[in-house]
């Protein structure tokens, strides 16, 4: 099993790193790649150095399975070269998602869905990932109807730079500014760039891309997402309407039993999710769930996640292992 990591220095692409270490994924040769400006630094893997090689190299050697963190650009120039060779690419960037020739996979959602012939593979947003992992199982049993979003999401969601702005603005130390703002004691409702509608590319990604998932169209969407001072994950308050009604308790018992998810809604001993303690976690935290007053069949829940983990890096690990466990990778490419 050849690995190649595309992105290996970034911070999603150090995250896939650790958590193929932490899982030992049965890899036999590891293929760290980044940009031209960054081959020949040195990785660390399970306890041993590998070099990191431009992608051109690791084309050649031919890799069973490439994770891509480098950005959408990258990845729409490189991930068709990758698959051409029998490279099976599972995409962490907006490249591919919304390509109707491409699967949008969560795996304890619509793994099923994938066969042998899907080259390229698209992981989604962030947010996406652990809105739809506590939304699927209700979704099933009582039908959404409509969906109204606000996140708060952390800075290691934007990258190093912006880790790098928050605490330098905290410290007083020199960065390079990413935000039109300062983000250290602030929040910024702006992430990712303003589109037509006046909605972010952010929010409008939760929307469609929620939809694919899903597999129902539908469902009624609207999100605001906000970039918050926080290092450790990104959380979300949902309103959620069903067609059907529902009992809390039964919301809670169904969540409870859904694997990859964690109930944490006991008010009386102060407990419900946070970031900090989500962050370093593979689980999608959820509490804070109870009836919206307001109007039938609707409920409020508040839901965490380490956007660096679940929401990115151990999702396409778990992709891939679900492609190496139901035998779907090339053999062409070891040739």
């Given at each position: 099993m050849k690995m190649a990591v595309v992105g290996a220095t970034g911070l999603v692409g150090s995250t896939i790193l650790k958590?193929?270490?932490?899982?030992?994924?049965?890899?036999?040769?590891?293929?760290?790649?980044?940009?031209?400006?960054?081959?020949?630094?040195?990785?660390?893997?399970?306890?041993k150095h590998y070099t990191v090689v431009t992608a051109q190299e690791a084309i050649t050697q031919k890799p069973h399975i490439a994770i891509f963190s480098a950005g959408g650009k990258t990845s729409l120039a490189l991930a068709p070269q990758f698959a051409a060779v029998g490279t099976t690419v599972i995409d962490n960037s907006s490249a591919w998602r919304m390509d109707e020739t491409k699967k949008l996979i969560v795996p304890e959602i619509n793994a099923h869905l994938l066969t042998n012939e899907d080259k390229i593979i698209a992981n989604p947003n962030c947010s996406t990932i652990q809105m739809v992992m506590a939304l699927a199982p209700l979704h099933k049993t009582y039908g959404l109807k409509r969906l109204?979003?606000?996140?708060?999401?952390?800075?290691?969601?934007?990258?190093?730079?912006?880790?790098?702005?928050?605490?330098?603005?905290?410290?007083?130390?020199?960065?390079?500014?990413?935000?039109?703002?300062?983000?250290?004691?602030?929040?910024?409702?702006h992430i990712d760039i303003f589109l037509e509608n006046d909605?972010?590319?952010?929010?409008?990604?939760?929307?469609?891309?929620?939809?694919?998932?899903?597999?129902?169209?539908?469902?009624?969407?609207?999100?605001?997402?906000?970039?918050?001072?926080?290092?450790?994950?990104?959380?979300?308050?949902?309103?959620?309407?069903?067609?059907?009604?529902?009992?809390?308790?039964?919301?809670k018992d169904l969540l409870t039993q859904t694997p990859g998810i964690i109930l944490q809604d006991d008010l009386q001993n102060n407990l419900y999710p946070t970031p900090l303690e989500a962050e370093g976690k593979d689980e999608v935290f959820v509490g804070r769930i109870r009836r919206d007053e307001s109007q039938p069949n609707t409920l409020n829940m508040w839901v965490v996640a380490d956007n660096l983990r679940?929401?990115?890096a151990t999702n396409a690990i778990q992709i891939a292992k679900y492609l190496v466990e139901n035998d779907l990778i090339s053999e062409q490419v070891s040739v």
């Open positions: 958590i193929l270490a932490e899982q030992d994924f049965p890899i036999d040769e590891l293929i760290p790649v980044a940009s031209e400006k960054s081959a020949g630094k040195q990785v660390v893997f399970k306890d109204v979003i606000a996140t708060y999401q952390s800075v290691t969601g934007t990258g190093k730079k912006a880790v790098d702005q928050l605490l330098g603005e905290k410290n007083n130390t020199s960065f390079e500014a990413v935000y039109p703002h300062p983000i250290y004691m602030n929040l910024l409702p909605y972010t590319k952010e929010e409008m990604k939760m929307v469609n891309e929620t939809h694919k998932i899903l597999g129902d169209k539908s469902i009624g969407i609207t999100a605001t997402a906000v970039r918050v001072p926080v290092m450790g994950g990104h959380s979300e308050a949902l309103n959620v309407e069903f067609y059907k009604a529902f009992e809390v308790q039964a919301v679940k929401g990115a």
